[in-house]
């Protein structure tokens, strides 16, 4: 199969990568005409991903009409408030056919879309039963090395998602399948915002109790919020939702984790972003979650506290005060005395 990958990030790059290794031709796009010299002459994303070694089926391309052309599979794989832009400067050059595989996770910070839906409204709806996602716990440094890893691959086609497993797997890389597309993108966009409350809390020099708390009832305000838009619960408990939270929240790779631990050390936002090379998808997501919240009448307590920290200058201390103080109720609704 012909693969393009459109976005020479790390997450970009490593899917060629992955692709590549198991004798996949693919065409990477890449925006910046000073990484893609990089690239050519070193075979290495010293940028993104640095100190792995490109194979020669990876071909990078400045030129977007180049990277799509006669291609059967194409991966989207830039931040996601790129989405939109990317996706409108593809349109009339994706090749009829041809799959589309967002790798993208977040949501649109001012409509609050997801990235499928931001896709459908620049592609056209009949563009959907080609749409796939894919979301999981998806470290790029660790693909880009051959370490053993799992992801899911959602559509509401199954032909598509089988498409983009059989496309995608490999011996170290193992795609499952999941028909329940808002469910595996709410995962992957929503576990960004608890990474950062994860990261604040070992920032403050806090306990592995509060983590655990914070990540259990994180899960809990995900799993709330994504069947208020239509996912299934069960979703939430797979590699999409509880396999990512949980390496988002502990992981060294994790720039949400970092940003959050640098936010706990008593760092200011705009600096710790702007000393970043990458994007912390969890910031933009909280202000589109917590809108969402209040939209749906969803409860999301942990969401509403970190927007607060990170956007009204709310103290994390007085933060964690607060939610420990909240009236008390039942663990699960459904379970009460």
């Given amino acids: 199969m012909r693969v393009a990958v459109i976005g020479a990030g790390g997450w970009g790059t490593a899917l060629a990568i992955s692709l590549a290794g198991k004798g996949t031709q693919v065409n990477l796009w890449v925006r910046n005409s000073a990484l893609y010299k990089t690239i050519v002459l070193k075979r290495v994303n010293e940028t993104y991903l640095p100190g792995v070694k490109l194979p020669p089926a990876v071909r990078p391309t400045l030129e977007l009409a180049e990277a799509l052309q006669e291609r059967e599979m194409v991966i989207l794989a830039v931040p996601s408030h790129g989405v939109r832009d990317t996706a409108r400067a593809m349109r009339g050059l994706l090749p009829p056919q041809s799959i589309l595989v967002c790798a993208a996770k977040g949501l649109e910070e001012n409509s609050y879309l997801r990235m499928s839906q931001v896709l459908e409204q620049e592609l056209g709806p009949s563009f959907a039963p080609r749409l796939a996602v894919i979301s999981g716990p998806n470290h790029a440094e660790e693909v880009s090395r051959g370490i053993p890893t799992a992801t899911v691959a959602a559509s509401t086609s199954g032909d598509t998602a ?40 070992e920032g403050l020099g806090l306990g592995d109790n509060t983590k655990a708390a914070l990540v259990t009832r994180g899960l809990v305000e995900m799993t709330r919020l ?56 969890g910031v933009h997501t909280t202000r589109a979650a917590w809108a969402l919240s209040r939209q749906t009448g969803v409860e999301m307590p942990i969401t509403g506290e970190i927007y607060r920290v990170l ?27």
């Fill in 162 to 201: 089988r498409l983009v497993q059989e496309a995608l797997t490999s011996p170290s890389f193992r795609v499952y399948t999941n028909p329940d597309l808002i469910g595996v993108e709410m995962g992957g966009a929503l576990k960004n915002i608890i990474a950062l409350g994860a990261g604040i809390i």
């Fill in 226 to 281: 994504g069947t208020a838009l239509g996912a299934r619960a069960r979703t939430f408990t797979g590699l999409s939702g509880l396999g990512d939270l949980y390496v988002t929240c502990s992981s060294v790779h994790s720039r949400n984790r970092y940003v959050g631990l640098q936010i706990g050390q008593g760092k200011i936002l705009g600096e710790i972003l702007a000393g970043m090379k990458m994007v912390a998808e």
């Fill in 311 to 337: 956007f009204e200058g709310k103290s994390p201390r007085a933060a964690i005060e607060e939610l420990m103080q909240r009236s008390t109720k039942p663990e699960m609704e459904e379970i009460a005395f």
